[in-house]
């Protein structure tokens, strides 16, 4: 038994058959040949055919980052392969979004793709898209990571300050923060003069 041309090892052969395992095989039409005598000296020739097709979808290795990040920015990164029979990845194939939105700013090649992204808000964010190979088999991409916030508020203008004329006034700050942010919170903002809390207090939110 021959397959492509080159005979094959390891058959068994009956009476009746034979069979030959062989793997490895690469994308695409293989010819078997080969023949079969009897005790007289007649002959015939085995002839076949087959193609090997690509039916297996691309496989995520991994997609980063997948935890949580203390900053506005992020590069997202998908690795993949295709598995033998490969027909390989198609690049122009790969898309991903970011909480449903499509990136744009993504380099994508035959083992992984990563996008730059800018401007996150505080909290949860899905990584989302696909990647086929050239057969058209399609693999899904899935992800999260968080973006966290561990900068306090800024606290400046607390008014007033140097000298007051007369026995009352209005004390007041401002506060800001640095994005990402999770906001301020509201209700933990606390005022004291000489180590008394004041009531009566009024917060704004810009």
Same mark, same amino acid.
């Given at each position: ?11 068994t ?12 095989l690469?994308?695409?039409? $293989?010819? *078997?040949? &080969?023949? =079969?005598? %009897? +005790? /007289?000296?007649n002959? !015939?020739?085995?002839? @076949?055919? #087959? ?7 691309p ?29 390989g ?7 991903v ?9 993504c ?6 793709v ?10 949860? $964010?899905? *990584?989302? &898209?696909? =990647?086929? %190979? +050239? /057969?058209?088999?399609? !693999?899904?991409?899935? @992800?999260? #990571? ?18 007051v ?42």
């Amino acid at each position: 038994i021959s397959l492509d041309g080159s005979t094959l090892a390891g058959c068994t052969v009956t009476a009746t058959s034979v069979s030959c395992p062989v793997s490895g095989l690469a994308l695409g039409p $293989h010819a *078997i040949g &080969g023949s =079969v005598g %009897d +005790n /007289a000296g007649n002959t !015939a020739a085995i002839s @076949g055919g #087959f193609t090997v097709i690509d039916n297996t979808a691309p496989v995520i290795d991994s997609v980063l980052p997948a935890d949580t990040l203390f900053k506005n920015k992020a590069r997202i990164v998908v690795a993949y392969h295709d598995l033998n029979p490969s027909s390989g990845i198609a690049p122009a194939s790969v898309r991903v979004t970011l909480d449903n939105a499509p990136l744009a700013n993504c380099t994508a090649g035959m083992l992984g793709v990563s996008c730059d992204v800018y401007g996150l808000q505080f909290g949860r $964010h899905l *990584i989302g &898209g696909s =990647v086929s %190979d +050239n /057969a058209g088999n399609t !693999a899904s991409i899935a @992800g999260e #990571f968080k973006i966290g916030d561990s900068v306090a508020p800024v606290v400046t203008k607390v008014q007033p300050a140097g000298t007051v004329a007369g026995n009352s006034t209005v004390i007041s700050a401002n506060f800001s923060y640095a994005e990402p942010s999770s906001g301020i919170d509201v209700a933990s903002v606390s005022v004291t003069l000489d180590e008394n809390l004041l009531e009566k207090c009024t917060v704004t939110e810009a």
